[in-house]
T-cell receptor, first 116, second 110 residues
């Protein structure tokens, strides 16, 4: 059983819909992330939160809106998406941010998003 | 030059074979290095960290060459269950996050 759970696992939405992806981590970590994985592309970091504060935003379009109400929960609100936004969206957590020894990242199983 | 580069493969090997992957990185200030494994339509999972002195975990050996800015993963006695995509992951310095390579696909056949 993974320490990072994501819902829904699969989502199909129209371009005018509003939906949200939810992530919860049970590892006591302080940092949470959203990644996007498209076919034949490397994992792309979207957002990083450390202790509920957004610390990194990699030029993500405003149609993606993250929310981190506490250190265990992370949401990705979606609105007016485009078909090219169809991808696997992975939530992850780690003990902290930064490249210190042992700060490995743990992923959830992902949410498969299809925009029609 | 891409931040993290890997040969996408696929590497097709028979069971029992030894196979090696390399990964090059562009940021000379990178401090931490990892290999992750991703099965088809699954999330990436940590396979092993890569230490400066090299490290081994069972059939898997990871090495780091800072001078040439590459890391390697050696898999001995390949099993069918080793079939997956292997992601090279590198961090920068200080307050930063991971950069992933596109991955190298390994297919182990009977």
């Amino acid at each position: 059983e993974t320490g990072v759970t994501q819902t829904p696992r699969h989502l199909v939405m129209g371009m005018t819909n509003k939906k949200s992806l939810k992530c919860e981590q049970h590892l006591g970590h302080n940092a949470m992330y959203w990644y996007k994985q498209s076919a034949k592309k490397p994992l792309e970091l979207m957002f990083v939160y450390s202790l509920e504060e957004r610390v990194e935003n990699n030029s993500v379009p405003s149609r993606f809106s993250p929310e981190c109400p506490n250190s265990s929960h992370l949401f990705l609100h979606l609105h007016t998406l485009q078909p090219e936004d169809s991808a696997l969206y992975l939530c992850a957590s780690s003990q902290g941010v930064g490249s210190f020894s042992g700060n490995t990242i743990y992923f959830g199983e992902g949410s498969w998003l299809t925009v029609v | 030059r891409k931040e993290v580069e890997q040969d996408p493969g696929p590497f097709n090997v028979p069971e029992g074979a030894t196979v090696a992957f390399n990964c090059t990185y562009s940021n000379s200030a990178s401090q931490s290095f990892f290999w992750y494994r991703q099965d088809c339509r699954k999330e990436p999972k940590l396979l092993m960290s890569v230490y400066s002195s090299g490290n081994e975990d069972g059939r898997f050996t990871a090495q780091l060459n800072r001078a040439s800015q590459y890391i390697s993963l050696l898999i001995r006695d390949s099993k069918l269950s080793d079939s997956a995509t292997y992601l090279c992951v590198v961090t920068g310095s200080g307050y930063s996050t991971l950069t992933f390579g596109k991955g190298t696909m390994l297919l182990v056949s009977p």
